[in-house]
C-alpha cells in the first residue's frame, strides 16, 4: 500500500438535515426551495441537536468551510452567510428569505458550534431549488401544506418563483409531481413508484388552467377529477400521514426532491355554516 495524500475527518455534530420535516436521503442530500415559510432543523449522533449560537452555512462544494474568504460571513451570490441559531432546534423558522440573494445550485454545509470559533464542513449536501417553491392546495400557498383527504381538493402548482408567468399551451411531457414518504428518496423508482399506492401518490401530471384574468397556472388535474380523488378521496389510493413532494421535467430528466412537504389528514375535511336570522 502506498499513501494517496487525502484525509477524512468523520464527524458527529452535523449528521443530517431536515427541510420542511422532511429528510430524504436519511437527510444527507435534500433541497431547500427558495421561498418563504421554511423550517430547517439538523440532527447529530444523538439526536434532535442546534443549541442558541450555533451557526451553518452553505458554500459551493469546492470550497473550504474553515477559510472566511471562501465561507463569508455575509450573504452572497453564492454563499449563504452564517446564519446563527436563534431558537433552539431549528436552523431556521420563520416567514423571510434566509436564502435571498444565493444562486440556484447544489452547495456544502458548514457547520459552528456554540462552543468552537471555526466552521468544519459535515458532507451534507442541499441544493437550492427554484423548479417548484410552493403548493396551492384549495386556495392556500405554502411549502408547508396541509391537504384534506376528502372528494374536490384543488391543487395548484408552479414550476417557476411566484407562478408569475403565462404558460403555452402546451405542457412538457415529462411534467410530473409526486407524493411520498419523507424518509424516501425521489430519484429512486421503489420509493417513488409510478402508480399510486398507500406511501406514494403515483406519479401526477397537470393540466394547465386559468388562475385569474391575466395568468395562468398547473393544476394537478382540475378540482373534483376522478384522477385527483383516486389520490387524495377517503377511499383514495394515499394514506393519511406526513409526506415529501418530488418533481420532474424535462430540464431535470429524473424525479428530484423539492423541500416541499404536505400532511394529509382526516381530523377536519369540511366545514358547514348554519344560517342565523
Known sequence: LTGTGLSIHLQDNFTSLEVN??????????AIPLTRGLSLRFYSAMGLAGQVGDA??????????????????????????????????????????PFEKQMTGVYQVCFRPQRSNSFMTTGIIVTLQRLM???????????QQTIPKVQGNSLLMCPERYCDFNPTSSIDPLLSISFIAPTF?????????????????GYLNPVIVNTSSTSKAWSLLSPGTTNLD????????????????????????????????????????????????
Open 230 to 277: 383516486a389520490v387524495f378521496a377517503e377511499a383514495g389510493a394515499l394514506g393519511v400521514g406526513f409526506y415529501q413532494i418530488c418533481y420532474r421535467d424535462s430540464f431535470t430528466g429524473d424525479f428530484v426532491t423539492t423541500g416541499l412537504t404536505a400532511q394529509v389528514q382526516n381530523d377536519l375535511v369540511g366545514l358547514a355554516v348554519t344560517r342565523v336570522q
Open 21 to 30: 420535516g422532511a429528510m430524504p436521503n436519511r437527510g444527507l442530500r435534500v
Open 133 to 143: 417553491t410552493f403548493i396551492d392546495v384549495n386556495g392556500i400557498r405554502g411549502a
Open 56 to 97: 451553518m452555512s452553505l458554500i459551493p462544494v469546492f470550497q473550504n468551510c474553515g477559510v472566511q474568504s471562501e465561507n463569508p460571513q455575509n450573504q452572497t451570490a453564492s454563499a449563504s452567510g452564517w446564519i446563527s441559531l436563534v431558537q433552539t432546534n431549528y436552523i431556521y423558522n420563520g416567514f423571510g428569505l
Open 185 to 201: 428518496s425521489c430519484e429512486n423508482g421503489e420509493h417513488n413508484p409510478s402508480q399510486a399506492g398507500p406511501l406514494s401518490s
